[in-house]
């Protein structure tokens, strides 16, 4: 029973190009966010959305989009890639949006775009 | 929005050893204080957390510390072994999600 799965778990790509990264959380939360795991290791706030409405949208440039079809998925997409988006992606959920509950990751997402 | 700081970056112990991570954060009313261990190539994972009503909590080998008024909480790990080599973060909410610190390095060596 996976409770917050992502596809791809690799995503190799070139400069330029358009990807989408996948999220479903199967545990009932209300809220799902985006991190971005850099190359040391620092997580940052992307995204966070509340019931499919976005609640967070943190400095990140406007070629990222989430979007959130219903609660149990977000999605992120990101147009014209560049070497600077190479990280590792995780979405995860909480019950609820006040980053005072568990929040569950999902495996990650590991970008490399050449 | 909250900052949250953590030392130390790296942390090498002997297994059997104790290891001390500390992190402050900067928004007084915070109060839930998580930490997340990550393995290598692994997803981050909850692992203890703490809130404002308490200043300790324990679970088997680990704890967790809160001092509010100097507005910094710790995560003791007891009698370390092999499999605690992971990365640790702390985190403090930050509106309507966490604000991780940097995180720590932890490798405990046979």
């Known amino acids: 029973d996976t409770a917050v799965s992502q596809t791809p778990k690799y995503l190799v790509t070139q400069m330029g190009n358009d990807k989408s990264i996948k999220c479903e959380q199967n545990?009932?939360?209300?809220?799902m966010y985006w991190y971005k795991q850099d190359s040391k290791k620092f997580l940052k706030i992307m995204f966070s959305?509340?019931?499919?409405?976005?609640?967070i949208n943190e400095t990140v440039p406007n070629r990222f989009s989430p979007k959130s079809p219903d609660k149990a998925h977000l999605n992120l997409h990101i147009n014209s890639l560049e070497l600077g988006d190479s990280a590792v992606y995780f979405c995860?959920?909480?019950?609820?949006?006040?980053?005072?509950?568990?929040?569950?990751f999902g495996p990650g997402t590991r970008l490399t775009v050449t | 929005g909250e900052n949250v700081e953590q030392h130390p970056s790296t942390l090498s112990v002997q297994e059997g050893d104790s290891a001390v991570i500390k992190c402050t954060y900067s928004?007084?009313?915070?109060?839930?204080f998580p930490w997340y261990k990550q393995e290598l190539g692994k997803r981050p994972q909850l692992i203890i957390d703490?809130?404002?009503?308490?200043g300790e909590k324990k679970d088997q080998r680990i704890a967790v510390t809160l001092n509010k008024t100097a507005k910094h909480f710790s995560l003791h790990i007891t009698e370390t072994q092999p499999e605690d080599s992971a990365v640790y973060f702390c985190?403090?909410?930050?509106?309507?999600?966490?604000?991780f610190g940097k995180g720590t390095s932890l490798l405990v060596t046979p």
């Open positions: 703490i809130r404002s009503n308490v």
């Open positions: 985190a403090a909410p930050s509106g309507y999600a966490l604000n």
């Open positions: 545990l009932g939360h209300d809220t």
């Open positions: 995860a959920s909480s019950h609820n949006g006040q980053g005072t509950y568990e929040q569950y």
């Open positions: 928004d007084s009313a915070s109060n839930y």
């Open positions: 959305y509340n019931n499919k409405e976005l609640i």
